[in-house]
């Protein structure tokens, strides 16, 4: 496995296996890596003939009160974890290489507007912005992406279809710990008390999930149930949202008619943590 | 010479092209050709070995005041310009096509803040996003774009350096008439006593780089003489800018002691007219 740096370095190698013929699958990360980022590499490994991944702790999707700082980082372990994992080349290149020279911003507003979007404005055009410049770097075939960061990966699905970026963005379904608890980097914020809490997250999008198969349509009465649950089985965390959206805009819906997705973000002491859940009425 | 309106058609050809090694050149256009723009296709077609030629009048670089119903158009005489010229693909999409789904954005705020940017907010904006598009659509190796238009591609040159687009961006050196005018569709606005005084715009032009090499190095001075000049010879016009700006930030400059760009918006009945020149202090 080649660790690279440079954008030009890395961009040259990709664009050499595209002229080849070599089919390149890329999984862009910030690192710390937990089971869920090894599966996102399995699942491209599966498809492609070659593996890249990208490890850059993003500052541009950091809010100026937020944890870019503290980001747990441990590049070591991260490189040994995806030469394990069968990458080709490591991209791990610096925030003066990403962004040099005045600035080129990609927005996807309507998809931003609402859930993570709403509470970290500006978030999503980092990620736009960041994801942009990565896959034109990698040209890949495949990029996959978690499930857990759901709205992101709609506003990249967006950003690479409208962008008309050659590249099929794949979701990988939400890799998570026994007692069902979303894998994260995030995670390891958690002091013991708040860890023993947190799979409520999962279990009340699962108990959501169940009052719409027993019949339950109405989205106002499904989320006062779910901020009711968590309010006595969350007793540590604060609600930042809930919300049941549409599975591709992410804007909030009244009623469940078709798919969709129940989203929700919790503070837990020091950790923001996500989940979501898909939805299917029958 | 083929002409295609479908993206994803257009796209499978250029990279198919791109794997076989063949060198693209692309000079995207909003059609209604002039000399200038078939100098583009010329300067394309001499780097490469396939030329693809785009026409699409962007209904988003038009401000809702603006000329985008009355922008003139000839598809039957470019098809048969482009094709004179050597052009292998001639892409013609709808605006549906182009703009399909939730909105993204491409925006390049500081290099768009002054000159047209001022005074035509969100045309930038509009120019980023299509012209992304249109690159990643072709993928070329080579993209040729008009000097006059120089702020346009300043916007370009950063958008494609900072999102990594693996393309040349090749700027190619003002047109004119016999008489000076800079070759733009939009002369054809004119009335013929307003083309009878539009030269005017490219003499003040050339009347203040003769003053920069007579040792005038003040902006705010050489702004004001050429205001004055336009007042005396171009009666008719209204001035919208004047500006010294940098050659690649097109921020204003208040002193000319390296290479810089004088650039100029002028009213003249219903057409607005942009020229610019280059100015080298000796």
Same mark, same amino acid.
């Given at each position: 496995?080649?660790?690279?740096?440079?954008?030009?370095?890395? #961009?040259?190698?990709?664009? &050499?296996?595209?002229?080849? !013929?070599?089919?390149?699958?890329?999984?862009?990360?910030?690192?710390?890596?937990?089971?869920? =980022?090894?599966? $996102?590499?399995?699942?491209?490994?599966?498809?492609?003939? /070659?593996?890249?991944?990208?490890?850059?702790?993003?500052?541009? #999707?950091?809010?100026?009160?937020?944890? $870019? %700082?503290?980001?747990?980082?441990?590049?070591? +372990?991260?490189?040994?974890?995806?030469?394990? /994992?069968?990458? &080709?080349?490591?991209?791990?290149?610096?925030?003066?290489?990403?962004?040099?020279?005045?600035?080129?911003?990609? &927005?996807?507003?309507?998809?931003?507007?609402?859930?993570?979007?709403?509470?970290?404005?500006? =978030?999503? +055009?980092?990620?736009?912005?960041?994801?942009?410049?990565?896959?034109? $770097?990698?040209?890949?075939?495949?990029?996959?992406? !978690?499930?857990? &960061?759901? #709205? #992101?990966?709609?506003?990249? +699905?967006?950003? %690479?279809?409208?962008?008309? *970026?050659?590249?099929?963005?794949? !979701? =990988?379904?939400?890799?998570?710990?026994?007692?069902?608890?979303?894998?994260?980097?995030?995670?390891?914020?958690?002091?013991?008390?708040?860890? %023993?809490?947190?799979?409520? *997250?999962? /279990?009340?999008?699962?108990?959501? /999930?169940?009052?719409?198969?027993?019949?339950?349509?109405?989205?106002?009465? $499904?989320?006062?149930?779910?901020?009711? +649950?968590?309010?006595?089985?969350?007793?540590?965390?604060?609600?930042?949202?809930?919300?049941?959206?549409?599975?591709?805009?992410?804007?909030?819906?009244?009623?469940?008619?078709?798919?969709?997705?129940?989203?929700?973000?919790?503070?837990?002491?020091? %950790?923001?943590?996500?989940?979501?859940?898909?939805?299917?009425?029958?």
């Amino acid at each position: 496995m080649r660790t690279i740096t440079d954008p030009a370095e890395f #961009q040259s190698l990709c664009l &050499d296996w595209r002229a080849k !013929g070599v089919r390149l699958g890329f999984v862009p990360t910030m690192g710390y890596f937990h089971d869920g =980022h090894l599966s $996102l590499m399995d699942a491209a490994r599966a498809e492609t003939d /070659r593996l890249a991944v990208s490890i850059f702790v993003n500052p541009t #999707q950091f809010g100026p009160s937020e944890d $870019l %700082a503290a980001y747990p980082r441990d590049m070591e +372990r991260d490189t040994a974890l995806a030469r394990e /994992r069968g990458a &080709d080349v490591l991209f791990t290149p610096s925030p003066e290489a990403m962004y040099q020279g005045p600035e080129v911003w990609v &927005d996807v507003p309507e998809v931003s507007r609402h859930l993570c979007g709403a509470s970290r404005p500006g =978030h999503f +055009r980092g990620v736009a912005t960041v994801v942009a410049k990565l896959l034109l $770097l990698a040209m890949p075939h495949l990029a996959v992406f !978690g499930e857990k &960061d759901r #709205q #992101q990966l709609a506003v990249i +699905r967006t950003m %690479a279809r409208q962008l008309f *970026i050659p590249t099929i963005i794949k !979701g =990988h379904s939400i890799v998570r710990e026994a007692d069902g608890l979303a894998m994260s980097s995030r995670n390891v914020y958690l002091s013991a008390d708040e860890r %023993a809490m947190a799979p409520m *997250i999962h /279990r009340g999008l699962t108990a959501l /999930r169940d009052d719409l198969a027993a019949g339950e349509r109405d989205v106002k009465t $499904l989320l006062a149930r779910l901020r009711e +649950r968590y309010g006595r089985t969350l007793p540590l965390g604060e609600v930042d949202y809930v919300e049941i959206v549409h599975p591709e805009t992410m804007t909030p819906l009244s009623m469940v008619t078709g798919p969709a997705v129940a989203a929700v973000a919790v503070r837990l002491g020091r %950790a923001r943590l996500i989940d979501n859940i898909e939805l299917t009425p029958s």
